[in-house]
């Protein structure tokens, strides 16, 4: 089992409250799910109403097909232009 999480820190520029900002991250966090079959979540930032950071986790029998799902995810959330990415980490998570 290979598992990859994926860390997006985003900025809403356009972003003049919190209803505002849910509707950009639903748009993506619900999107991506449903696209790519992964898990996705708000894990900061949920006070703000122009910041956020967004989780994602792919879970695969081979590191490739785990680290495409990831890229695609990723390509996904760039593609959204009211929400500038400002950063991204990945994560390999280690069987003990």
């Not at 356009?14 to 708000?42: C, F, M, N, P, W």
Request: charged share 25%; glycine share 6%.
């Amino acid at each position: 089992m290979h598992v990859l999480a994926l860390e997006v820190q985003l900025h809403l520029n356009h972003s003049r409250s919190l209803k505002d900002k849910r509707q950009v991250l639903t748009s993506i966090l619900d999107g991506a799910r449903r696209r790519y079959q992964v898990a996705a979540s708000e894990v900061d930032g949920q006070d703000t109403w122009q910041r956020a950071v967004l989780a994602f986790a792919a879970v695969g029998g081979s590191p490739s097909h785990v680290e495409d799902v990831i890229d695609a995810v990723e390509r996904f959330v760039w593609s959204h232009p009211e929400a500038e990415v400002s950063g991204t980490s990945r994560r390999w998570l280690e069987e003990d």
